[in-house]
């Protein structure tokens, strides 16, 4: 249980999230995210998640939709991981954020992915279904509505199963995080926005809490916690 994180802070103002932010700096921000989200444990889950429900049918041509994709990183990790298995995998992300969008296409997508700004909302009352649905760093954003609500649609537009990884509250993550960044990634709001969302997320009990009947919570290394859901 943390002492001087005790209480969650969802107030905590994680910069980014201003329209009117510097554009250089989020851009910044964007293509720094592959760096910090080497912690995200994306590889583990692709290899405890992902491929092993391709593999019950290889053939097949599957579907994974990313909520909030932010820097694109994880759906680009995602489809090059299934291309190398010899896997077939389809990879989209979502974003409500245009400027995310933006960002992504100043890259060459592969054939197996793409990248457009949605709601997942809007894609679960229009019939759009997932094999696998991820989502990275995204319940600390959401106020108590919000959470009951993205999972609600989580659940309606996967198929198979729902990840939603995020940050674990924690006094040690949040001095090494500030310690471990401060030398680094000093024209982006990596450093700011990423102490904001420690003080923003949820300890273990928390989330096991406010996590709805049929979704699971699990522990992480390092200091992430897993909400599961699976049909």
């Known amino acids: 249980m943390?002492?001087?994180?005790?209480?969650r802070?969802?107030?905590?103002?994680?910069?980014?999230?201003?329209?009117?932010?510097?554009?250089?700096?989020l851009h910044n921000t964007y293509r720094q995210f592959r760096y910090v989200n080497v912690i995200a444990r994306?590889?583990?889950?692709?290899?405890?998640?992902?491929?092993?429900?391709?593999?019950?049918?290889?053939?097949?041509?599957?579907?994974?939709?990313?909520?909030?994709f932010g820097g694109g990183d994880i759906v680009f990790q995602m489809a090059r991981w299934a291309e190398?298995?010899?896997?077939?995998?389809?990879?989209?992300?979502?974003?409500?954020d245009s400027r995310a969008l933006d960002y992504v296409r100043t890259f060459q997508w592969p054939r197996n992915v793409s990248f457009r700004v949605a709601d997942v909302h809007d894609l679960a009352a229009s019939g759009e279904r997932f094999d696998f649905v991820i989502s990275n760093?995204?319940?600390?954003?959401?106020?108590?509505?919000q959470f009951g609500e993205m999972l609600e649609s989580a659940a309606t537009v996967s198929k198979r199963f729902v990840l939603f990884i995020d940050l674990r509250r924690s006094d040690v993550a949040y001095l090494l995080?500030?310690?471990?960044?401060?030398?680094?990634?000093?024209?982006?709001?990596?450093?700011?926005?990423?102490?904001?969302?420690?003080?923003?997320?949820?300890?273990f009990d928390e989330l096991k809490q406010i996590a709805p009947p049929g979704w699971k919570v699990q522990r992480l290394f390092p200091f992430r916690l897993i909400l599961s859901h699976r049909k």
């Open 177 to 203: 995080f500030a310690a471990g960044t401060r030398p680094f990634f000093r024209k982006s709001y990596i450093r700011h926005d990423g102490l904001a969302s420690l003080r923003r997320s949820y300890t």
């Open 84 to 96: 190398q298995d010899s896997l077939k995998l389809n990879a989209t992300g979502i974003e409500l």
């Open 9 to 25: 802070d969802p107030a905590a103002h994680e910069i980014m999230d201003d329209p009117d932010c510097d554009p250089q700096t």
């Open 42 to 68: 994306s590889k583990w889950i692709y290899q405890r998640w992902v491929r092993p429900a391709m593999k019950d049918n290889p053939a097949q041509t599957h579907s994974l939709l990313d909520i909030g």
């Open 137 to 145: 760093h995204m319940l600390h954003h959401l106020d108590q509505r």
């Open 2 to 7: 943390p002492i001087k994180l005790r209480h």
